[in-house]
């Protein structure tokens, strides 16, 4: 898919996601636009490590990182791509199948010509949950109302 084949002229959809089969982001799998782009948290927990003689509090440790889930809402592509995404890690039983995130984020004044203001690079990423929308003959709806991702770490990148 080429990287202006969605549509400019929707101004609510100020992120691009695409999927790569590889790290280095070169083999494209699917792309969307989407409206809302939420869940890109990292938190550390950290450990305590009592010190004897030590009366003034206790050491803090780093300790593991957890990543939140990142939700992808109201949302288009030109294809079915992320729903076979989805379909394939679940009912196909493809569990290992993981892809490289990214999500570009772009200014409210410019298109997507202009390129993105930050990237979000994810990594080893896993569809969680997919939601449709409701099919209504009068609803102006979107073809993805949802998708749910976990990943394993992110990367920012800003514009240079």
Sequence with gaps: M??????????PFRFRVGFYADEAGS?????????????????????????????????????PTTFATVILKRGFTEM???WSWFDTTTRQANYGLRYTGLIEVFHPSRGFDDGPDFKWWLHQVLPVKFKG?????????VAIEELHLVHEGFVLERRS
Excluded: H, Y
């Excluded at 080429?2 to 101004?11: C, K, S, V, W, Y």
């Excluded at 929308?133 to 709806?141: E, I, M, V």
């Design 27 to 63: 083999q494209l799998v699917c792309r969307g636009a989407f409206s809302e782009v939420s869940g890109l948290e990292a938190s550390m927990s950290a450990k305590t490590l009592k010190e004897g003689g030590r009366n003034w509090g206790d050491v803090q440790l780093a300790g």
């Design 2 to 11: 080429a990287d202006d084949a969605l549509p400019t002229e929707f101004i």
């Design 80 to 82: 079915g791509d992320l």
């Design 133 to 141: 929308p409701d099919l209504s003959g009068t609803a102006t709806q």
